[in-house]
């Protein structure tokens, strides 16, 4: 069965860190870029990391950029979302997805979008208490 696997959520203090795990399952992910979303109660899950598969170069959102630093090991099969100096804002549920490399051309105009991507994990709840 084709399907990425997130873990590492949990319930942290303002100020600390998580380490997220993407693991791909039934596939290799390669050529693939790997995007970070997340969910808050209540408002639209928005994209806010991205990797690319063959050069593993990155993208970041302002609302996260110099706080998360996204990797991938091709050979597990996994992407990684350190996040460090949480806040309360980043509370979501936080899901990983994949992007084939035939919708490159798609996914250069609009990384963030959802169209671009085609296949999600369950999602794992990251909590930052105050």
């Known amino acids: 069965e084709v399907q990425l696997v997130e873990s590492g959520g949990g319930l942290v203090q303002a100020g600390g860190s998580l380490r997220l795990s993407c693991a791909a399952r039934g596939f290799t992910f390669d050529d693939y870029v790997i995007g970070w979303f997340r969910q808050a109660p209540g408002k639209e899950r928005v994209g806010f990391s991205f990797i690319v598969g063959n050069d593993a170069s990155t993208l970041y959102s302002d609302s996260v950029k110099g706080r998360f630093t996204i990797s991938r090991d091709n050979a597990k099969r996994t992407v990684y979302l350190q996040m460090n100096n949480l806040r309360p804002g980043d509370t979501a549920v936080y899901y990983c997805?994949?992007?084939?490399?035939?919708?490159?051309?798609?996914?250069?105009?609009?990384?963030?979008?959802?169209?671009?991507?085609?296949?999600w994990g369950q999602g794992t709840q990251v909590t930052v208490s105050s």
């Open positions: 997805a994949t992007s084939s490399p035939r919708m490159a051309s798609q996914w250069a105009l609009n990384p963030a979008g959802w169209e671009v991507y085609d296949l």
